[in-house]
Nanobody
Framework: QVELMESGGGLVQPGGSLRLSCRFL????????MGWYRQVPGKQRELVAR???????NLADFVKGRFTISRDHAKNSVYLQMNSLKPEDTAVYYC???????????WGQGTQVTVSS
């Protein structure tokens, strides 16, 4: 069983930065593709960024050049560095773990990010 513990959300002004953290509690962290998704009320959850065990990363077009995803295998953690934040980045951000072998999928509880002046 896997548990994902997110932290780092909050209120920030437009143009500001936040860093989200997700701690992976479980075994075989390296076997999981880790991702960050976001969701606003009334809309589907959308992929923001994901990173493989080899640290190959994919970012959604709407965050390229502003967000960075990284993972630390020593700390079993994944991070989302968000810079140049815009009001439209306001959402609940969810950490996701996808086991590429078993296809098991786990979600964190979500952390609210609000970009507003």
């Amino acid at each position: 069983q896997v548990e994902l513990m997110e932290s780092g959300g909050g209120l920030v002004q437009p143009g500001g930065s936040l860093r989200l953290s997700c701690r992976f509690l479980g075994n075989m962290f390296a076997r999981y593709v880790m991702g960050w998704y976001r969701q606003v009320p009334g809309k589907q959850r959308e992929l923001v960024a994901r990173i493989t065990d080899g640290s190959g990363a994919n970012l959604a077009d709407f965050v390229k050049g502003r967000f960075t995803i990284s993972r630390d295998h020593a700390k079993n953690s994944v991070y989302l560095q968000m810079n140049s934040l815009k009001p439209e980045d306001t959402a609940v951000y969810y950490c996701n773990a996808n086991n590429i072998m078993t296809r098991d999928l786990f979600w964190g509880q979500g952390t609210q990010v609000t970009v507003s002046s």
